[in-house]
């Protein structure tokens, strides 16, 4: 960690050079609380994927204070404690700020959306699928879609394909469904898309093929969100597959996994990204040179990248009294967004979702 703390002060100078260069005027303020557990002596390695986000931020920053405003940039590791959020929280110099870019944890995210709506500042909750008070607080943008948005996105997709599928959902757990997955149910109910439900009994005794229909996609659909329950049907899937045409619906944190079935699965990150492609990867090679990229999906430097970028043009465009500034569509390396409010008084959230289909 010392080591990565070395090239995030360096890349700080660094950015800090070009400020000269920028016409004299107000900088953006934007801070930035993430779970850096930079002063911690056995760091979690799951927490690298912040560093690497904030990696990704510094250079959004580097491009954007280049050709357009210079920028001031606060950063507060609030660690994975309420208790340190609320310390941050407290700061003086927040009430100055454009912008605010987390936290990320469930148990701070409500507390930070409730002090944006009492000092009214803007906030950007980055890993969010759900923001405590969202429909009543103008102030919140939240990146990652509901459950329900995503359940309409991929009930669309198919109700678009209504006359060529036919769903089949699979009882593979008995503990208690996710919402997720209760979402994407009820909007199958109210499109009325054809699909049949069955038990893990019934696949357990090899009986899934006489339950697929002829001529048309089969997409076989969970009761969970973990890999784990479901990895000893997989065989017996594939079975099924070997006479009629079988399609998983998946979930985005299985692509990791050596499934051998056609999928489907929602996202808010392209699928593929080739860095190489963009000057984006030289820029990160020039300022990293010995931090290599996390091999993982998604990118958490792009995340970090393309949600900073995002933020500084919308305060830019804010400054200007643009009514439209949140809403207007972002096209990112890794993540397009579309901002929209989710209630008349309420919030943003990100409706911009991919349907992909594997192979």
């Given at each position: 960690?010392?080591?990565?703390?070395?090239?995030?002060?360096?890349l700080?100078?660094?950015i800090?050079?070009?400020?000269?260069l920028?016409?004299?005027q107000?900088?953006?303020?934007?801070?930035?609380?993430?779970?850096?557990q930079?002063?911690?002596?056995?760091?979690?390695?799951?927490?690298?994927?912040?560093?690497?986000?904030?990696?990704?931020?510094?250079?959004?920053?580097?491009e954007?204070?280049?050709?357009?405003?210079?920028?001031?940039?606060?950063?507060?590791?609030?660690?994975k404690?309420?208790?340190?959020l609320?310390?941050?929280?407290?700061?003086?110099?927040?009430?100055?700020?454009?912008?605010?870019?987390?936290?990320?944890?469930v148990s701070?995210v409500?507390?930070?959306?409730?002090?944006?709506?009492?000092?009214?500042?803007?906030?950007l909750?980055?890993?969010?699928s759900?923001?405590p008070?969202?429909?009543?607080n103008?102030?919140?943008?939240?990146?990652?879609?509901?459950?329900?948005?995503?359940?309409?996105?991929m009930?669309?997709?198919?109700?678009?394909?209504?006359?060529?599928?036919h769903?089949?959902?699979?009882?593979?757990?008995?503990?208690?469904i996710p919402?997720?997955?209760?979402?994407?149910?009820?909007?199958?109910?109210v499109?009325d898309?054809?699909?049949?439900?069955?038990?893990?009994?019934?696949?357990?005794?090899?009986?899934?093929?006489?339950?697929l229909?002829?001529?048309v996609?089969?997409?076989?659909?969970?009761?969970t969100?973990?890999?784990?329950?479901?990895?000893?049907l997989?065989p017996?899937?594939?079975?099924?597959?070997?006479?009629?045409?079988?399609?998983?619906?998946?979930?985005?944190?299985?692509?990791?996994?050596?499934?051998?079935?056609?999928?489907i699965?929602?996202?808010?990150?392209?699928?593929?990204?080739?860095?190489?492609?963009?000057?984006?990867?030289?820029?990160?090679?020039?300022?990293?040179?010995?931090?290599?990229?996390?091999?993982?999906?998604?990118?958490?430097?792009?995340?970090?990248?393309?949600?900073?970028?995002?933020?500084?043009?919308?305060?830019?465009?804010?400054?200007?009294?643009?009514?439209?500034?949140?809403?207007?569509?972002?096209?990112?390396?890794?993540?397009?967004?579309?901002?929209?409010?989710?209630?008349p008084?309420g919030?943003?959230?990100?409706?911009?979702?991919?349907?992909?289909?594997?192979?």
């Amino acid at each position: 960690m010392k080591t990565m703390n070395k090239y995030i002060i360096l890349l700080v100078c660094l950015i800090a050079l070009p400020w000269q260069l920028v016409a004299q005027q107000e900088p953006l303020r934007v801070a930035m609380m993430l779970p850096l557990q930079s002063n911690a002596s056995q760091r979690d390695q799951n927490m690298d994927r912040f560093v690497h986000y904030y990696l990704g931020a510094l250079l959004a920053i580097n491009e954007v204070q280049r050709d357009y405003a210079p920028i001031e940039l606060h950063t507060y590791d609030v660690e994975k404690s309420t208790y340190k959020l609320r310390e941050v929280l407290a700061r003086p110099e927040l009430d100055s700020m454009d912008m605010i870019i987390g936290p990320a944890y469930v148990s701070q995210v409500s507390i930070a959306a409730e002090w944006a709506l009492v000092h009214q500042k803007r906030i950007l909750f980055p890993f969010s699928s759900s923001v405590p008070g969202i429909e009543n607080n103008p102030y919140v943008l939240q990146f990652n879609p509901s459950d329900d948005v995503s359940a309409k996105a991929m009930v669309n997709w198919m109700e678009q394909r209504r006359d060529s599928i036919h769903c089949i959902l699979i009882e593979a757990s008995a503990n208690e469904i996710p919402n997720s997955v209760k979402a994407l149910q009820q909007q199958l109910l109210v499109t009325d898309i054809p699909c049949s439900f069955v038990t893990i009994k019934s696949i357990l005794a090899d009986s899934l093929n006489t339950l697929l229909a002829d001529g048309v996609e089969n997409i076989i659909l969970f009761n969970t969100e973990r890999y784990s329950n479901v990895r000893t049907l997989m065989p017996y899937l594939m079975r099924a597959a070997q006479g009629k045409k079988l399609t998983l619906l998946s979930q985005y944190s299985w692509q990791g996994e050596a499934i051998a079935l056609p999928q489907i699965y929602s996202t808010v990150f392209r699928h593929e990204v080739d860095i190489d492609s963009f000057a984006y990867g030289a820029e990160y090679r020039y300022f990293y040179p010995n931090i290599a990229r996390v091999p993982s999906k998604p990118y958490y430097d792009l995340l970090g990248f393309d949600q900073m970028r995002y933020v500084l043009i919308t305060a830019l465009r804010l400054r200007e009294n643009r009514e439209d500034a949140i809403t207007i569509p972002y096209m990112g390396l890794q993540s397009d967004m579309q901002f929209l409010p989710i209630s008349p008084m309420g919030g943003y959230q990100n409706m911009n979702i991919h349907i992909v289909r594997t192979k």
